[in-house]
């Protein structure tokens, strides 16, 4: 009678495809729930707890704080299928993989795992829903849609730290994410030339930790090596291989990935590429019996890529074992992934593809947070892919927000909700801030141009008001009073979001990695105040308002050129960006109409340029004129036009620095080979007096070597009284600072 009892007691009204009142991210595949609170006691008697998963047990006492009698209190039973404890739960634990049954109600707790695996999880969902020393009662079926599911930190790019994986590690048991895949670029062992030598002592034990950690969470942490730009295709490399691997599985390791990526010459031979994997899967991964299934990122990765007609994708379906797993990023390096593209590669590869879905990895857009949604993937695929990894920032923490949708994804693609999910990872991840946090993301989530065409929706809700403003204003003469509200209020909650997060106590590494782009953000919102003052004042007829609110943009300007110089200076990117897709744009059309209009209407030479510049352009080219400089660390250069310029007789154009400077070299294109015939360049150290300077064209290239000479300012002169034309496509000043 009492196991009768026992075996139906967690039985409700049957499964609801999702519950009306419950909040659990990933959501789960099945819950039922009763209505009912249930308010924890003082008191506990574990039944499985020296069996089960010691993981999910440890954070299990954690969690339900008080005495942990054997003998009174709340009953809970824990444990994996086949465990005695749980043995009458046995029909109600789903079949699949990390699969797991969790029932609450006010006389016993259940958490009953298809594997151990699957009893962390039901204790994640758990913790979950205990809010203030209550539970829900409900009954839960769970289990997860797609087999691995995690992060490959394989970006370019500045590394994560050694304490901000830890992080990470934490974050993904606590999001049921079962995998983290180590192949950052920068790790010379990882890589050529050095991937057959051992680790130091200190870089092996703090991938030793990694390991350590990653197994008390549940995350396989996969070491993947990148040989192949040097591999040689004999039995000398194939043991060195074997032997790092060896060295590896010493450290801990028990998943493996193989990486050719990235490379060119012999190593992108997939014959020998399968020849290699299938000796280490048959001589290494199969003998070691617990290393999981091999994983290999191809060399032709994405289908932009791919030659058909070369067969290198077919020759690796045709030859791996069928137990490798195949990475692909989609249609492209950079893209979603549809029914259509899985379709298309696992026909190829004759196995499920494992994805590595590069989003929000910004390694190509590094002046730019990428905060917002994951959306975008088919969410009917879950069956056509064995895995499912995202690619993240430099940014460790603020990675998570993305992170967490993959999660939620990855778990269950046909309940996922992309707009629910991003606002949970927000409140999981800053609690307190939440709102702030929301509104910052929501206005630093486009990636902006890109030569992947890769692009994020950036500031939707606002996206109407600002095309309202812009055709009543900018079109026209009058701005609608709401539109202007509405905008005045978005640019003060810019300034106020940017000041609470800065002084953010409850997420500091996130708080760090953030901080220029959180003072990009304010620095932004007050001049977007400060230009819609300015149009107030210009149509109240206030001059002298308008001038104080005009002075005070332009060093609003200066400021955030000064961020954008000093913060986050890269090679490739430089710089900190933020709400560039309808903020930024919208602002700097508002300064430069409302500027325009009162030079006009007042006959003054105001600059309305809308971003700050320290050096300046002086042309009577009325095609060169107005082209902005832009300034790489050392390097002055004129933005390239594309159409043909006419460059009037005696016309000139001058850069003017801020200061003098010892000068490298000047780098001219105009696109003629022909410019030396009437072309005079000229070096100034004050700005009067000009020195000629001689410089050598190579085709339609012109170069001089300054030798360090003090240079204030450069002329490049039509000496010429006939017209010449040009295109302008390099005009660059290198300078010492």
């Known amino acids: 009678m009492r196991k009768a009892y026992l075996a139906i007691i967690c039985l409700f009204t049957g499964f609801n495809a999702f519950a009306q009142h419950t909040d659990i991210q990933p959501v789960p595949q099945q819950i039922s729930e009763s209505g009912q609170l249930i308010t924890l006691p003082g008191s506990y008697q574990f039944t499985g707890d020296t069996e089960a998963n010691p993981y999910a047990v440890q954070q299990l006492k954690q969690l339900l704080a008080g005495n942990h009698s054997a003998k009174e209190g709340l009953r809970i039973y824990i444990g994996e299928k086949g465990d005695k404890a749980i043995r009458k739960f046995a029909r109600r634990i789903p079949n699949q993989k990390e699969g797991y049954y969790l029932c609450i109600n006010d006389k016993e707790i259940v958490l009953a795992g298809n594997d151990e695996r699957g009893t962390f999880y039901a204790l994640q969902t758990l913790s979950r829903l205990l809010k203030d020393n209550q539970l829900p009662a409900v009954e839960i079926k769970d289990y997860p849609s797609i087999r691995f599911r995690g992060v490959v930190e394989g970006f370019y790019g500045t590394p994560w730290s050694h304490a901000a994986r830890l992080r990470q590690l934490k974050f993904y048991g606590e999001n049921k994410m ?212 995202t690619n993240p920032m430099e940014h460790a923490e603020a990675s998570k927000i993305a992170i967490y949708g993959v999660a939620s994804y990855s778990w269950n693609p046909e309940k996922y909700d992309s707009e629910k999910t991003w606002k949970d990872a927000i409140k999981n991840i800053m609690p307190a801030s939440a709102e702030e946090l929301e509104f910052f993301a929501a206005h630093n989530s486009d990636l902006g141009a890109n030569g992947h065409r890769y692009r994020r929706d950036e500031s939707v809700a606002l996206q109407p008001v600002a095309q309202s403003f812009t055709d009543s204003y900018i079109k026209g003469e009058k701005y609608n009073e709401n539109d202007y509200a509405a ?165 000139f154009i001058t850069i003017e620095l801020d200061n003098v400077y010892p000068a490298q070299s000047i780098d001219i294109d105009f696109g003629k080979p022909e410019v030396a015939t009437w072309g005079v360049l000229e070096v100034s150290t004050d700005g009067k007096e000009w020195k000629k300077i001689d410089y050598k064209q190579e085709k339609n290239r012109l170069t001089a070597d300054l030798q360090k000479a003090p240079v204030k300012a450069v002329r490049f002169s039509n000496s010429q009284d006939k017209e010449q034309e040009i295109y302008l496509r390099r005009f660059v000043i290198t300078v010492d600072k």
């Open 487 to 651: 905008l005045q209020e978005t640019f003060g909650r810019m300034a106020e979001s940017g000041d609470i997060l800065l002084t953010d106590a409850e997420n500091t590494p996130l708080v760090k990695e953030m901080k220029p782009w959180l003072t990009q953000f304010k620095l932004l919102g007050e001049t977007g105040e400060e230009v819609l003052a300015m149009a107030k004042a210009y149509e109240n007829g206030n001059q002298e308002l308008f001038m104080r609110k005009y002075k005070h943009v332009k060093a609003l300007q200066q400021q955030m050129f000064q961020i954008d110089q000093t913060y986050n200076q890269n090679p490739y990117q430089p710089g900190v960006k933020t709400a560039t897709k309808v903020i930024k744009p919208l602002i700097d059309q508002t300064f430069a109409t409302v500027t325009e209009r009162y030079n006009k209407k007042y006959n003054t030479l105001l600059d309305a340029t809308t971003d700050y510049m320290p050096h300046k352009l002086i042309s009577d080219v009325e095609q060169i004129r107005n082209l902005p400089l832009q300034l790489k660390t050392n390097r002055i250069q004129v933005s390239p036009a594309l159409e043909v310029i006419k460059w009037q007789g005696k016309g």
């Open 178 to 389: 079962n995998t983290y895949i180590y192949g950052p670029k920068d790790d010379p062992y990882h890589s050529s030339p050095n991937w057959r030598l051992p680790y130091p002592e200190k870089e092996a034990e703090q991938l030793q930790e990694l390991v350590k950690v990653a197994k008390e969470n549940e995350v396989d942490f996969v070491w993947a090596i990148h040989p192949g730009q040097d591999i040689k295709w004999n039995q000398e490399d194939r043991d060195n291989l074997l032997a790092k691997f060896e060295k590896m599985y010493d450290l801990g390791v028990r998943s493996f990935a193989v990486f050719f990526d990235d490379i060119s010459g012999e190593g992108t031979n997939p014959v020998k590429q399968a020849e290699l994997l299938n000796y280490i899967d048959e001589n290494f991964v199969k003998v070691k019996k617990d290393v999981t299934p091999l994983v290999m990122c191809p060399t032709e990765y994405n289908k932009s890529w791919s030659d058909p007609k070369g067969g290198y994708l077919t020759t690796l379906g045709d030859k791996l074992n069928p137990s490798i797993q195949i990475m692909w990023t989609g249609d492209r390096v950079i893209s979603d992934i549809t029914q259509e593209g899985i379709q298309w590669i696992n026909e190829r590869i004759k196995r499920p593809a494992y994805i590595w879905w590069n989003f929000p990895v910004s390694d190509y857009v590094r002046d730019h947070l990428l905060l917002g949604p994951v959306y975008g993937n088919d969410t009917r695929i879950a069956d056509q892919m064995s895995g499912f990894v």
